[in-house]
């Protein structure tokens, strides 16, 4: 009888074979069940434990290690998919890095003004755009809580299309500056990292060996698979927090998708991903300086 190797010494099938279409199947399957599992869990943890943030540790931790143990077996997979046990971090590249830096230069100006020209309205009572994103909620146990949420951060809004001040926010300057460096790493590798290397290198790379992309974006394979886990991305948003706009992260989702395609590295979309959320914080900061 031949010796069973250990599992991550298994040989891989051969993808011909009808038994490597099942396992594909089965894999496209266990990455959306561990995500589920995943932020289930997590929503889980924080209605037995409210107000319990450290708790969000735990959906970091889930993040990191679940690809390794996912793929322990499927070693031919880890350098497609970027994530593996033996990868701790994923490669560095220069061309993802370079891919970053031009999408940030073209999309942060464009994504300022709309946000500018968004809470303008939005602050006028002028909830037109979101007006479909409204009558999904009404059917949702948080009915209200975006008006809410607007309501409140326009009590510090200034009234003009342009801010009035343009200030850093607040947690960047603590410190003597120590602030923004904390924020720099949290963003980086408590945010965009783990969520990159758990939603595009594993869960989207699993998806693509189950539904290969049958269309070019911009010169870029995608398709359902990238639809699907920026569909998850963003549902696993409302789990810290349940309002109906932070749905959008889907869109952010696709372009993390395109990125991580486009530029052949899991850092192009976290280099983004990172650098997006605090242009985020900044925007707010200036959008609602007043008061």
């Known amino acids: 009888m031949t010796p069973r190797l250990p ?12 038994e490597a279409a099942t396992l594909v199947v089965r894999h496209a399957r ?6 589920v599992a995943l932020y289930g869990g997590y929503g889980l943890l924080r209605a037995a434990l409210p107000g319990q943030d450290w708790l969000a540790v735990l959906l970091v931790g889930g993040f990191y290690l679940v690809p390794g143990w996912a793929l322990r077996d499927r070693v031919s997979w880890h350098e497609y998919a970027q994530v593996g046990p033996e990868i701790r971090l994923p490669p560095w590249s220069w061309r993802g890095g370079r891919l970053a830096l031009v999408t940030v230069s073209v999309v942060f100006p464009l994504f300022a003004v709309a946000t500018f020209a968004f809470y303008w309205r939005a602050c006028q009572a002028d909830l037109s755009v979101l007006a479909p994103v409204l009558w999904i909620e009404q059917f949702t146990p948080g009915d209200g809580s975006l008006e809410a949420f607007l309501g ?3 009590r510090h809004h200034g009234g003009g299309f342009w801010p009035a001040d343009w200030p850093l926010p607040a947690a960047w300057t603590a410190y003597g500056g120590l602030g923004f460096v904390s924020r720099v790493l949290e963003a980086l590798f408590v945010a965009a990292l783990p969520e990159e290397m758990f939603h595009r290198g594993y869960l989207m790379s699993a998806l693509e060996r189950r539904f290969p992309p049958r269309r070019r974006l911009l010169g870029v394979p995608f398709g359902v698979a990238a639809v699907l886990s920026s569909l998850l991305f963003a549902a696993g948003h409302l789990v810290g927090e349940a309002r109906t706009d932070r749905l959008a992260t889907f869109f952010p989702g696709l372009l993390f998708a395109w990125l991580w395609r486009r530029g052949g590295s899991i850092w192009a979309p976290t280099l983004v991903h990172a650098t997006s959320n605090l242009f ?4 707010l900061a200036v959008t609602f300086a007043r008061g």
């Open 7 to 18: 599992d991550s010494k298994q040989p891989e099938p051969d993808p011909t074979a009808p």
């Open 30 to 35: 266990q990455a959306i069940l561990l995500t």
């Open 152 to 154: 409140r951060l326009c």
């Open 280 to 283: 985020m914080q900044w925007l």
